[in-house]
Each structure stands twice: as structure tokens, then as C-alpha cells.
């Protein structure tokens, strides 16, 4: 079955632009999460959705950086003013709601890098 | 969130059992203990979860002593293919399914032929 997907797979931008990342979660999984991964490093927690609403946004670094998930299904990443500090390797990922355990299904990521 | 320590990399002949141990001293009574998988250039995989005992499934086995302040990730016979950094990952799962969970730098393990 399809699995958690994310595009793009690559993003190259210019420091001081705004950027977009999406993420398709698996079908009915309800539970959203995304993450940031620096080279060498585990994967950082920036925020996660139940349902619609964002139920912990507590690892998002700065107001620079806003998610959406307006329906419950797909979620986008927005970081505006874009920092060279911002490039690492953006990580969605979605889950059963309680009840049927939390394991984790990953995307793939979208490397983005800030010239 | 409780903090885990493991060792940074490790290195294991093909054919051979691996070992993988984790500190989590101050793990709590609502924490499950989950362990995660990552190939270069791709998002982390979940290969097991338990919260005392023992829990194995298809890929390893996850050992959890009383006290659980610690755990141990076995992979029987790893091959070449296994090479890969694994994370230990503690976190709350009650609730309403949530696990917000923190991932630490992770084992790398290089599996040598």
C-alpha cells in the first residue's frame, strides 16, 4: 500500500525566501508529525497534529515556521524568511490514533538547502 | 521526556548476533521503550516496541529488565544489509496515542563482511 509521501523530494532556495513542504500522510491515519534532521544527527521533533489542529507545536524553533492541516489529511510546511540554518532534511510523519498503537510510519523527507 | 544514552557506533561481523543497549534511568511509569531504524537518505523505520519483558517479532528482539532502566535491541545473524543507525526512543503512549518521543544521536551500526 502507499506509504507516507513528500515532495519535493528537493529543495533548493535562496536565504530570505519563503518555502512550502507537503506531506501525504498514509490514508486514516490521523495523527501527523514533522520532524527536522541535520546531517549527522537524529531526527528533530517540530510538531504534531491530531485530526486538523496542531496539538503540539512545542519543537518548532521560531515564528519563522507555521504547519497546516486544514482537512486532516495533508499537512504543509511553511518557513518563511529562510535562514541558511534552516537546510537539513524535513521528515512527516503519520500514525494510528490511540487505541491501535503509535509506531511511526516515515516519508522519505524533502532535503531543503538555503544558498 | 526521559533521555536515552546508547553507544555511538558499533561494529559486527556478518552471520553474528548484535546487541544494541540503551540507558533510560529516568524512564517513567507511562513510557514505552521504541526502537527505529534508519538507512542513509531515507526516513527512520520502526522495528520494535515494548514496555517490560521481553517483545520479539519477525526482525529483533527487544529486552527490558525489571527496573526497566534500560534496554537491549538483539538482531539474530545481521547481514550486510542491516548497516544502519538505530535509535532508542522513550516516550509517553497513553496519550490518546501520542508518543512524543525524542531521537538521540543513534547507534551506527557497520555490519563487516
Known amino acids: 500500500g502507499a506509504g507516507v509521501s513528500q515532495t519535493p523530494s528537493n529543495k533548493v532556495t535562496e536565504k530570505g525566501k519563503y518555502v512550502e513542504l507537503r506531506c501525504d500522510p498514509i490514508?486514516?491515519?490521523?495523527?501527523l508529525y514533522w520532524y527536522r534532521q541535520s546531517l549527522g544527527q537524529g531526527p528533530e521533533f517540530l510538531i504534531y497534529f491530531q485530526g486538523t489542529g496542531a496539538a503540539d507545536d512545542s519543537g518548532l524553533p521560531n515564528d519563522r515556521f507555521f504547519a497546516v492541516r486544514p482537512e486532516g489529511s495533508v499537512s504543509t510546511l511553511k518557513i518563511q524568511r529562510t535562514e541558511r540554518g534552516d537546510s537539513a532534511v524535513y521528515l512527516c510523519?503519520?500514525?494510528?490514533?490511540?487505541?491501535?498503537?503509535?509506531?511511526?510510519?516515515f516519508g522519505p523527507g524533502t532535503r531543503l538547502t538555503v544558498l | 521526556l526521559a533521555k536515552t544514552t546508547q553507544p555511538i557506533s558499533m561494529d559486527s561481523y556478518e552471520g553474528q548476533e548484535v546487541n544494541i543497549t540503551c540507558s533510560h534511568n529516568n524512564i517513567a511509569t507511562n513510557d514505552y521503550i521504541t526502537w527505529y531504524q534508519q538507512f542513509p537518505s531515507q526516513g527512520p523505520r520502526f522495528i520494535i516496541q515494548?514496555?517490560?519483558t521481553k517483545v520479539t517479532n519477525e526482525v529483533a528482539s527487544l529486552f527490558i529488565p525489571a527496573d526497566r532502566k534500560s534496554s537491549t535491541l538483539s538482531l539474530p545473524r545481521v547481514s550486510l544489509s542491516d548497516t544502519a543507525v538505530y535509535y532508542c526512543l522513550v516516550g509517553d503512549m497513553t496519550s490518546g496515542g501520542y508518543q512524543k518521543v525524542t531521537f538521540g544521536i543513534g547507534t551506527k551500526l557497520q555490519v563487516i563482511p
Open positions: 515494548g514496555y517490560k
Open positions: 490514508s486514516g491515519h490521523t495523527a
Open positions: 510523519a503519520s500514525s494510528w490514533a490511540s487505541g491501535r498503537g503509535s509506531e511511526q510510519f
